[in-house]
């Protein structure tokens, strides 16, 4: 019985599809086109009533987010052209920066802050005596009962460059600077673009000697200072034979018309290339070129003032090494 109602019902169920394929195919056209008819209405009704906002939604951006990527683009290479322009103006300035500019109290305090044992270590810096003794008979050279020390010089001049360095460590252990500003050599002498300093608007203040300082010429070679009437009566009789070869050569100085200076003592070349700052940061290596010659330098200077000053300070013209070049000094 089992066998039977197995194979009986796919009978039935052929049998009742044949009916309903019979039944559709009397009806079939009739529900076809009423179904066809049901369904366009239905599109039609959908069509009309649906917003056209995805058709238009690109068209309806704002032009400047349909163009985003061409406008970030332009940005972006705008922005680095600004980006060279600023970068070679920056370049430019500073080849200049500083020059003209009250020098900084970190430099100046390097210049003033030379440790004793690196004077010491350095001593004449293995440089040559310079300073040309005056006759015995002159009277010293005194303003306001102090002995006075003249120098001239000017801006363009690299060999005067090479000298400030010196001139102001030396006279920094007898008194203070106020004013200096930084400068560098002519850019198209010898030694182009030396760091230096000026004295142009310098003052100095000391109650062991006076500073007569006159820078004649800036940079570019313009007149600047006319050195005082005692100072040009010095440069008159001093800067001249038999004292140098060179008559009118700076830099000068005279150590109250004691002794006189016309030439630099030792040859910039050691400072080429070399920033105010690093300068001052070698001036306590003792092994430094740079540092051998201007100290060596300073020391002399500091020597020859100490015999102005009858040894004063004493913490200054007591140093061995002081006293040690003092004596060895040309006696007049």
Same mark, same amino acid.
């Given at each position: 019985m089992a066998k039977y109602n197995r194979q009986r019902r796919p009978q039935s169920?052929?049998?009742? %599809?044949?009916?309903?394929?019979? =039944?559709? %195919?009397?009806?079939? %056209?009739?529900?076809?086109?009423a179904s066809s008819s049901r369904l366009n209405d239905i599109?039609?009704?959908?069509?009309?009533?649906?917003?056209?906002?995805?058709?238009?939604?690109? =068209?309806?951006?704002?032009?400047?987010?349909?163009?985003?990527?061409?406008?970030?683009?332009?940005?972006?290479? !705008?922005? @680095?052209?600004?980006?060279?322009i600023f970068y070679a103006q920056a370049q430019n300035k500073a080849a200049a920066v500083g020059i003209g500019d009250a020098a900084p109290h970190s430099i100046m305090s390097q210049l003033s802050g030379v440790s004793a044992k690196t004077a010491s270590t350095v001593g004449t810096g293995g440089l040559q005596d310079t300073f040309e003794p005056t006759p015995p008979? @002159?009277?010293?050279?005194?303003?306001?009962?102090?002995? &006075?020390? @003249?120098?001239?010089? /000017?801006e363009y001049c690299p060999y005067c460059a090479a000298d400030r360095w010196s001139t102001i460590i030396a006279l920094d252990r007898f008194g203070s600077f106020n004013g200096v500003t930084l400068m560098k050599s002519s850019s198209?002498? @010898?030694?182009? $673009?030396?760091?230096?300093?000026?004295?142009?608007?310098?003052?100095?203040?000391?109650?062991?000697? !006076?500073?007569? /300082?006159? &820078?004649?010429?800036?940079? $570019?070679?313009?007149?600047?200072?006319t050195p005082s009437t005692e100072a040009m009566a010095a440069l008159a009789t001093y800067?001249?034979?038999?004292?140098?070869? *060179?008559?009118?050569?700076?830099?000068?100085?005279s150590y109250a018309n004691q002794w006189v200076t016309t030439v630099?003592?030792?040859?910039?070349?050691?400072?080429?290339?070399?920033?105010? *700052? *690093?300068i001052a940061a070698q001036l306590n290596n003792p092994n430094s070129a740079a540092t051998k010659s201007i100290i060596g330098t300073a020391n002399y200077q500091t020597a020859a003032i100490c015999k102005l000053t009858n040894n004063q300070p004493a913490s200054v013209c007591s140093e061995p090494y002081i006293k040690s070049i003092e004596a060895a000094l040309p006696s007049r």
């Open positions: 169920t052929q049998a009742t %599809s044949s009916a309903s394929t019979r =039944a559709q %195919s009397a009806t079939g %056209s009739t529900t076809t086109s599109r039609s009704r959908t069509a009309a009533s649906r917003p056209p906002v995805n058709r238009y939604r690109y =068209a309806r951006q704002p032009w400047w987010r349909r163009n985003l990527i061409a406008l970030a683009s332009g940005a972006a290479v !705008v922005l @680095v052209i600004i980006g060279f008979n @002159v009277p010293p050279l005194t303003s306001k009962g102090l002995p &006075e020390i @003249v120098y001239v010089g /000017a198209s002498d @010898v030694f182009p $673009n030396t760091s230096t300093f000026s004295f142009r608007n310098a003052t100095y203040t000391s109650k062991y000697i !006076v500073f007569n /300082a006159t &820078e004649t010429q800036d940079r $570019n070679n313009g007149a600047l200072g800067d001249a034979p038999p004292y140098t070869n *060179q008559s009118g050569g700076i830099p000068f100085m630099s003592p030792y040859d910039p070349t050691v400072l080429k290339d070399l920033s105010w *700052q *690093q």
